[in-house]
């Protein structure tokens, strides 16, 4: 069973998005992950040149909007995700002034860019612990 972030770090998620796994012959991954997959972010309007990717992780959800609590079972290709900026001073320093509903991101595995993400929710992101 997977353990939801927001009981483990008893803070709300930073913020949601509707993501899209590319399918394999789209550069994309092979398998779809299951819960707990750890992907870094990048944002649609850096630089490719030098991409900067950030450590946000997903936490998938069900059709319902509810974190999906199977482990080991794939997740939708496509749906919503809970995300967890991992280090926090980067709220302020950098995601705060970045993240809006409507902006465009990637789940990055290195350099590859896996699945497409656009933020749909504001959650935590402003309120959540700075340290």
Same mark, same amino acid.
């Given at each position: 069973?997977? =353990?939801?972030? +927001? +009981? @483990?770090?008893?803070?709300?998620?930073? #913020? =949601?998005?509707?993501?899209? #796994? %590319?399918?394999?012959?789209?550069?994309?991954?092979?398998?779809?992950?299951?819960?707990?997959?750890?992907?870094?972010?990048?944002?649609?309007?850096?630089?490719?040149?030098?991409?900067?990717? #950030?450590?946000?992780?997903? +936490? #998938?959800?069900?059709?319902?909007?509810? $974190?999906?609590l199977v482990?080991?079972?794939? $997740?939708?290709?496509?749906?919503?995700?809970?995300?967890?900026?991992?280090f926090?001073?980067?709220?302020?320093? @950098?995601?705060?002034? =970045?993240?809006?509903?409507?902006?465009?991101? %990637?789940?990055?595995?290195?350099? =590859?860019? $896996?699945?497409?993400? +656009? @933020?749909?929710?504001? @959650?935590?992101?402003?309120?959540?612990?700075?340290?």
């Open positions: 069973m997977w =353990r939801p972030y +927001e +009981e @483990v770090r008893k803070h709300p998620p930073d #913020f =949601r998005v509707k993501y899209k #796994f %590319y399918s394999e012959t789209e550069n994309g991954r092979k398998m779809p992950p299951s819960q707990g997959y750890r992907s870094d972010f990048s944002y649609d309007d850096d630089d490719m040149e030098k991409i900067d990717l #950030f450590a946000i992780h997903p +936490e #998938f959800e069900d059709e319902n909007g509810n $974190v999906i482990r080991d079972s794939p $997740v939708p290709l496509e749906g919503t995700a809970r995300m967890w900026i991992l926090p001073e980067m709220r302020k320093l @950098v995601h705060s002034a =970045r993240i809006k509903p409507g902006i465009i991101g %990637y789940f990055m595995e290195g350099p =590859r860019k $896996v699945a497409i993400a +656009e @933020v749909i929710e504001i @959650v935590g992101l402003h309120t959540n612990p700075l340290s």
